[in-house]
């Protein structure tokens, strides 16, 4: 339960358990970093999460409801695949699980894929997809066997207002200062819930530009994030949020002996859209920096913006350290009024870089 | 996708600083496994350039990466071997 006097505190996800997808919220299915569909016993999509719907490039809320061999993926009516997935609903005794493996065919290319079938109640039955390979799109293939696109699935939806980027997520175009009447409604309901509520929003929303992040990484390179050089890593992100128009992220490994690194955001759009403050203000970015490399360390980090341009700092700079040393983080702010160098001099017990 | 090159007008601008030659190329795992969490380590090796003083600097190319799968239990979601 949220609350403004009792934060919630990050955690990494536990091992995935293909068993226990039934009892997941959609906020986690959407955390995960591959497909997962979940069908009725017609056949009919009733769950579909943020992972597939990317890497099939469809939108969730036009899949809902439709019948997937039929309409979704017409590929996947064969007795390779619907076959498989009637026989294994028919038949308890083959268990709860089983695997297999396909290709999906899109418009846009083909994707070799392995399929977990995990039995749900009311003969209902997941799909897990672990995109194996991706390939071009298969020559031969008769008419309508490829998935459809979005704009097949809602051809009129432009009429409705509705726009999308060019991988068919939906996108909303907005001026930033939508931030400031967000802030400004903040300070009028829950004054002092402004940085709480904002840096829970940026773990949340970090966790799912992780999983657009390492399906890109997983779409362009074949790897996921963890395997890729640290400094591409970190140049991706930076593409990524400087495309998105936050501002340009860099990251400065230069205290990495002393256990921290320190994050720059020049020209934050949240800042600029703020308006001047007396203290930082750019915690969604907090938060978003933590799931992401709460993500790429496996570890529980803890991360402060130092200094704001809201304050009239030239740039925003972040300092991320290990959990455990929040507190030490949380004394080093403190005492260092805003300086980045000073932070980390503290944090390093006074010793090393710093006055 | 590579450093100064990448954005456009802004020539002076990099994305990453301060890695240590012996870091470069180096995985992410590899890199965030070995990091001095506690603060403990004097291995001056893990930093080598000042943030600012490092303005200008090319950029070098990524090492290769081997196929391995991801998700929480490192088997799914991704490439297998």
């Not at chain 1, 509705?162 to 903040?186: I, K, M, Q, Y």
């Not at chain 2, 990091?35 to 943030?51: I, K, Y």
Request: hydrophobic share 45%.
């Amino acid at each position: 339960m949220f609350s403004i006097n009792t934060p919630p505190e990050p955690e990494l996800p536990p091992p995935f358990d293909p068993l226990g997808v039934d009892q997941k919220s959609d906020a986690e299915l959407d955390a995960l970093p591959f497909g997962v569909i979940c069908l009725d016993a017609s056949g009919r999509v009733r769950r579909y999460n943020l992972a597939e719907a990317r890497l099939a490039r469809l939108d969730r809320a036009e899949v809902l409801g439709r019948h997937f061999f039929f309409e979704v993926a017409p590929c996947t009516n064969v007795p390779a695949f619907e076959g498989r997935v009637r026989g294994f609903l028919a038949t308890p005794e083959r268990g709860p699980l089983e695997t297999f493996p396909f290709v999906f065919d899109f418009q846009f290319g083909a994707q070799e894929v392995d399929i977990e079938l995990v039995r749900a109640g009311e003969g209902r039955v997941y799909l897990l997809v672990n995109r194996r390979r991706f390939l071009p799109p298969r020559a031969g293939l008769p008419p309508g066997f490829a998935a459809p696109l979005q704009r097949e699935l809602a051809p009129d939806e432009d009429a409705f207002g509705v726009r999308r980027d060019e991988l068919e997520g939906r996108v909303v175009e907005v001026r930033a200062n939508l931030f400031a009447s967000l802030r400004a409604t903040w300070s009028r309901i829950a004054p002092r819930g402004w940085h709480l509520f904002s840096r829970e929003w940026g773990l949340q929303w970090g966790r799912l530009a992780v999983v657009d992040l390492e399906v890109e990484a997983l779409e362009e390179l074949g790897v996921s994030l963890r395997e890729l050089p640290v400094r591409t890593v970190a140049e991706r992100f930076g593409v990524y949020m400087r495309r998105q128009g936050w501002g340009l992220f860099r990251v400065d490994f230069g205290a990495s002996s002393r256990g921290a690194f320190v994050v720059h955001v020049e020209r934050s759009a949240l800042a600029e859209s703020i308006g001047r403050s007396d203290g930082p203000r750019c915690y969604l970015f907090a938060g978003m920096l933590c799931a992401f490399f709460n993500h790429l360390a496996q570890k529980l980090l803890a991360v402060e913006e130092v200094c704001c341009r809201a304050q009239g700092a030239e740039r925003c700079s972040f300092v991320v350290v290990g959990r455990p040393r929040r507190a030490d983080l949380n004394e080093a702010l403190q005492r260092a009024g805003g300086d980045v160098e000073l932070v980390l001099h503290f944090l390093h017990g006074g010793r090393g870089v710093g006055p | 996708m590579s450093g100064p090159e990448a954005v456009s007008g802004v020539t002076w601008a990099r994305w990453v600083w301060g890695l240590a030659p012996a870091h470069e190329g180096q995985s992410v795992a590899d890199f965030f496994d070995a990091f001095p969490w506690d603060g403990a380590s004097d291995d001056e090796a893990l930093t080598s350039v000042d943030f600012f003083a490092a303005f200008g600097d090319e950029d070098e190319a990524p090492a290769p990466s081997t196929l391995r799968g991801y998700g929480a239990d490192g088997t799914r979601g991704g490439h297998l071997p």
